[in-house]
């Protein structure tokens, strides 16, 4: 599996981005897709997945700020950010699980001025 992510950047506080994830490669073993992000000096720390039915779970940080959605037909995931903070500058990481294997893209980098 491999997963190819975009959409980072700069932006102020209170606004909004969206970040994508598509897979290519054994995608239909996909059953969860969804998003890390890591800090300077911090552990990886989940942000929100999504389940190939659907079923999604956030971290309680971006819970009512962040959306994560999925297309299964274009095998893409979707993070939604809005009402950005500053302390939601990271480097995002999209990732799939399959079976007990876990995949990660490459990091894209969000960063939130004051």
């Known amino acids: 599996v491999q997963l190819q992510a975009s959409g980072g950047g700069l932006v102020r506080a209170g606004g909004s981005l969206r970040l994508s994830c598509a897979a290519s490669?054994?995608?239909?073993?996909?059953?969860?897709m969804g998003w890390y992000r890591q800090a300077p000096g911090k552990q990886r720390e989940l942000v929100a997945i999504?389940?190939?039915?659907?079923?999604?779970n956030f971290a309680d940080s971006v819970k009512g700020r962040f959306t994560i959605s999925r297309d299964n037909a274009k095998n893409t995931v979707y993070l939604q950010m809005n009402s950005l903070k500053t302390e939601d500058t990271c480097v995002y990481y999209c990732?799939?699980?399959?079976?007990?294997?876990?995949?990660w893209g490459q990091g894209t980098l969000v960063t939130v001025s004051s």
């Open positions: 999504v389940n190939s039915g659907g079923s999604t």
């Open positions: 490669g054994s995608i239909s073993s996909i059953n969860v």
């Open positions: 990732c799939a699980i399959v079976g007990l294997n876990v995949y």
